[in-house]
């Protein structure tokens, strides 16, 4: 099989972990016989330094024309000066919506060996294994009109929150979907107590559980589901919300696992889907072969599962992840007393070899 993938590393210790996602991705090219043909974009940060915006139409074309696009990270603070226009995270939510990514799947499930790493008991977090689907372009995040403006002598800041029946629709269906080739459980979160938006996002997800009669739906306050993640996360398998509690809930759940840097992602409903790990450009650790590249190598086996259909080829990468943990080897943000210390570089080779 040959694909395009359009590469955007972006800032920080994006350039390092999708450098190591691009060694395993030409490791099972080479293990299966398939060609991966990158063509390296600029967005964020970098791109405002070799070109004044933060996502040229270069890239958007690049994107466009490839099988699937994969990020690093973008953002630092050389950049949290500038006007909102140009911040390099702008880059992200355009990618989004040019490409038309409406769902972000956010999987977090702890593997066994890293049971330990976690804040929370061993008990209430061994097998835990949660897909939160989060709506990814609507909501309070592009809702209009947003600005600041001086109002009775003082400054106000505004956001709009609002969702339209069609954009809660096709995330509904996202969900079931997904849902349906799992344990068949749903679990809709808003905060229809307070929220006009939620309202109306609740009587869509009620309308589209009638064509998924299999599926077990319930609903959930966001407060409260932030809560349950940490009481009994067990509870939940498919959870489905929209942007704002989504962007919080994921990273929530993310921790669950011990570390943000072990999270992979999946941003689907255009024709070209893109992924990415869920941690940022963690300028504290930029440049020190310190990142963990897991959660990038983890999202290149999403995209092999999900845009490309090769199921076996994306196991054998969960598998090989699976077994250097076990095998007791651990970047800084999941290193526990008794285990072995590698670098971003490292840990690349070791999940290579076992691939
Ligand atoms: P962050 O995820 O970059 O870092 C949070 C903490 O987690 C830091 O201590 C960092 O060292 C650690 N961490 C993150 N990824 C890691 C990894 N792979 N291995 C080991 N440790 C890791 O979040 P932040 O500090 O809030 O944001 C830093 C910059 O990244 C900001 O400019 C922010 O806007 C941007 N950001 C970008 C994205 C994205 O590109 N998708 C997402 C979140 C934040």
Redesign the pocket.
Known sequence: MKKVITVIP?D???KE?VEGALHVLNAVAKKFGHTFEYKHALA?GAALDATGIPLPEETLSLARASDAVL?G????PKW?VNPQHLK??RA?LGLRKELGLYANIRPAKIYSALVDASSLKKEIVDGVDIIVVRELTGGLYFGKPSGFETRNGEQVGFNTMIYSESEVRRIAVSAFEIARKRKKRLCSVDKANVLETSQLWRKIVLEVARQYPDIELSHMYVDNCSMQLIRNPKQFDVIVTENLFGDILSDEAAMLTG???MLASASLGGTVAMY??V???????AGQN????I?TIASVAMMLKYSFDLGAEADAIELAIETVLSKGYR???IYTEGMTLLGTKEMTEKIIAFI
């Open positions: 972006g920080g210790i994006g972990v964020g990020l990270a973008v953002g630092g949290d390099p995270e992200l570390s943000i840097g990415e790990p941690h940022g450009s963690a300028p504290d650790i310190k990142a963990n590249p959660a970047t800084g943000d």
